[in-house]
Protein backbone atom coordinates (compact mmCIF):
# COMPACT_ATOMS: atom_id res chain seq x y z
CA UNK A 1 0.00 0.00 0.00
CA UNK A 2 1.14 3.35 -1.10
CA UNK A 3 1.72 6.02 1.97
CA UNK A 4 -0.20 9.53 0.59
CA UNK A 5 2.02 12.44 -0.45
CA UNK A 6 2.54 14.70 2.54
CA UNK A 7 2.24 18.28 1.84
CA UNK A 8 5.64 19.62 3.40
CA UNK A 9 5.29 22.79 6.01
CA UNK A 10 6.97 25.63 4.49
CA UNK A 11 7.23 27.26 7.56
CA UNK A 12 9.96 24.99 8.76
CA UNK A 13 12.64 26.90 7.72
CA UNK A 14 11.34 30.17 9.02
CA UNK A 15 12.56 29.25 12.54
CA UNK A 16 15.64 27.84 11.94
CA UNK A 17 18.63 30.36 12.94
CA UNK A 18 21.70 30.24 11.27
CA UNK A 19 24.87 30.99 13.35
CA UNK A 20 26.59 34.05 13.66
CA UNK A 21 29.64 33.77 12.17
CA UNK A 22 32.57 36.09 13.71
CA UNK A 23 34.76 37.61 10.95
CA UNK A 24 37.97 39.87 10.25
CA UNK A 25 39.09 41.63 7.38
CA UNK A 26 42.05 43.92 7.09
CA UNK A 27 42.42 47.42 5.16
CA UNK A 28 46.05 46.94 4.19
CA UNK A 29 47.44 50.13 3.62
CA UNK A 30 50.50 51.66 1.97
CA UNK A 31 51.46 55.26 1.32
CA UNK A 32 50.54 58.15 3.13
CA UNK A 33 48.00 61.23 3.73
CA UNK A 34 47.23 62.20 0.76
CA UNK A 35 47.49 59.19 -1.69
CA UNK A 36 46.76 56.59 0.82
CA UNK A 37 46.14 53.30 -1.09
CA UNK A 38 44.80 50.31 0.37
CA UNK A 39 44.75 46.39 -1.04
CA UNK A 40 41.53 45.06 -2.37
CA UNK A 41 41.16 41.25 -3.19
CA UNK A 42 38.70 39.76 -5.92
CA UNK A 43 36.65 36.38 -4.97
CA UNK A 44 37.50 33.55 -7.13
CA UNK A 45 34.52 32.28 -9.91
CA UNK A 46 34.03 29.34 -8.37
CA UNK A 47 33.22 30.92 -5.17
CA UNK A 48 30.41 32.25 -3.04
CA UNK A 49 29.30 35.84 -4.22
CA UNK A 50 32.22 34.79 -6.99
CA UNK A 51 34.03 38.30 -8.53
CA UNK A 52 33.01 40.64 -5.96
CA UNK A 53 35.81 42.66 -4.43
CA UNK A 54 36.99 42.15 -0.55
CA UNK A 55 39.18 42.81 1.41
CA UNK A 56 41.45 40.11 2.82
CA UNK A 57 40.79 38.20 5.88
CA UNK A 58 38.16 35.35 7.41
CA UNK A 59 36.63 33.47 9.80
CA UNK A 60 37.64 33.83 13.60
CA UNK A 61 38.37 30.26 15.13
CA UNK A 62 37.01 28.90 18.49
CA UNK A 63 39.25 30.22 20.83
CA UNK A 64 41.09 33.11 19.04
CA UNK A 65 40.95 36.72 19.61
CA UNK A 66 39.74 39.07 16.31
CA UNK A 67 43.47 40.11 16.09
CA UNK A 68 45.13 36.74 16.57
CA UNK A 69 42.03 35.11 13.40
CA UNK A 70 43.42 38.13 11.37
CA UNK A 71 46.63 37.65 11.57
CA UNK A 72 46.51 34.14 11.02
CA UNK A 73 44.04 34.65 7.51
CA UNK A 74 46.97 37.50 6.31
CA UNK A 75 49.66 34.47 6.29
CA UNK A 76 47.38 31.86 4.91
CA UNK A 77 45.70 34.05 2.34
CA UNK A 78 48.84 36.52 1.09
CA UNK A 79 51.75 34.84 3.08
CA UNK A 80 52.63 38.02 5.37
CA UNK A 81 53.22 38.08 9.22
CA UNK A 82 51.22 41.41 9.78
CA UNK A 83 50.97 43.42 12.80
CA UNK A 84 47.47 44.14 13.39
CA UNK A 85 46.76 47.92 14.49
CA UNK A 86 43.55 49.01 15.98
CA UNK A 87 39.99 48.15 14.84
CA UNK A 88 38.08 50.90 12.64
CA UNK A 89 34.62 49.58 12.29
CA UNK A 90 32.32 46.51 13.21
CA UNK A 91 29.49 45.86 11.29
CA UNK A 92 26.87 43.33 11.50
CA UNK A 93 25.07 42.25 8.10
CA UNK A 94 22.55 39.84 7.43
CA UNK A 95 22.42 38.25 3.70
CA UNK A 96 19.41 37.65 1.66
CA UNK A 97 20.41 33.81 2.29
CA UNK A 98 19.46 34.24 5.80
CA UNK A 99 23.37 34.47 7.10
CA UNK A 100 24.10 36.64 9.50
CA UNK A 101 28.00 38.25 9.82
CA UNK A 102 29.75 39.93 12.90
CA UNK A 103 32.68 41.77 10.56
CA UNK A 104 35.46 43.47 12.06
CA UNK A 105 37.71 45.50 9.95
CA UNK A 106 41.43 46.01 11.60
CA UNK A 107 44.40 48.79 9.82
CA UNK A 108 47.32 46.85 9.18
CA UNK A 109 49.70 49.31 7.93
CA UNK A 110 53.10 47.06 8.83
CA UNK A 111 54.36 43.53 7.72
CA UNK A 112 56.93 41.85 6.70
CA UNK A 113 57.02 39.30 3.96
CA UNK A 114 56.22 40.08 0.29
CA UNK A 115 52.23 40.12 -0.60
CA UNK A 116 51.60 36.44 -2.47
CA UNK A 117 48.53 36.08 -3.87
CA UNK A 118 47.32 32.55 -2.30
CA UNK A 119 43.67 32.40 -2.96
CA UNK A 120 42.19 35.32 -5.42
CA UNK A 121 41.45 36.18 -8.72
CA UNK A 122 42.99 39.64 -8.72
CA UNK A 123 44.76 41.62 -5.99
CA UNK A 124 45.30 45.43 -6.98
CA UNK A 125 46.12 48.58 -4.63
CA UNK A 126 43.14 51.41 -4.93
CA UNK A 127 43.37 54.78 -4.11
CA UNK A 128 40.98 55.07 -1.24
CA UNK A 129 39.01 57.83 -2.75
CA UNK A 130 38.22 55.40 -5.90
CA UNK A 131 36.92 52.21 -3.75
CA UNK A 132 33.57 52.89 -5.10
CA UNK A 133 34.54 51.75 -8.44
CA UNK A 134 34.88 48.04 -7.01
CA UNK A 135 31.89 45.80 -7.10
CA UNK A 136 32.22 44.99 -3.14
CA UNK A 137 30.70 42.40 -1.19
CA UNK A 138 26.93 44.00 0.45
CA UNK A 139 28.49 43.86 4.08
CA UNK A 140 31.33 46.06 2.45
CA UNK A 141 29.21 49.01 1.04
CA UNK A 142 29.44 50.96 4.36
CA UNK A 143 33.10 50.88 5.45
CA UNK A 144 33.38 51.78 1.47
CA UNK A 145 31.39 54.68 1.73
CA UNK A 146 32.99 56.06 4.38
CA UNK A 147 36.87 55.90 3.51
CA UNK A 148 36.32 56.94 -0.27
CA UNK A 149 34.85 59.90 1.77
CA UNK A 150 37.91 60.27 3.58
CA UNK A 151 35.55 59.60 7.15
CA UNK A 152 37.62 56.69 8.86
CA UNK A 153 41.49 56.91 8.60
Known amino acids: MKEPIRKLDS ?4 GVQRPLRL ?10 QPGT ?3 VCQRKPDQPMSLKWEFPGGKIEPGET ?11 ELGI ?8 SRVRHKYRNGGTIDL ?3 VVEEFGGAL ?5 NDMRWSPLEELTQFDFLAADLGLIRDLAEGRLL
Not at 11 to 14: F, P, S, W
Not at 66 to 76: G, K, Q, T, Y
Not at 81 to 88: Q, Y
Not at 116 to 120: A, D, H, K, Q, V
Request: no cysteine.
Open 66 to 76: AEEALARELNE
Open 81 to 88: EAVIGRRV
Open 116 to 120: ENRIF
Open 23 to 32: VVAALILRGG
Open 104 to 106: QFF
Open 11 to 14: RTDQ
Open 37 to 39: EVL
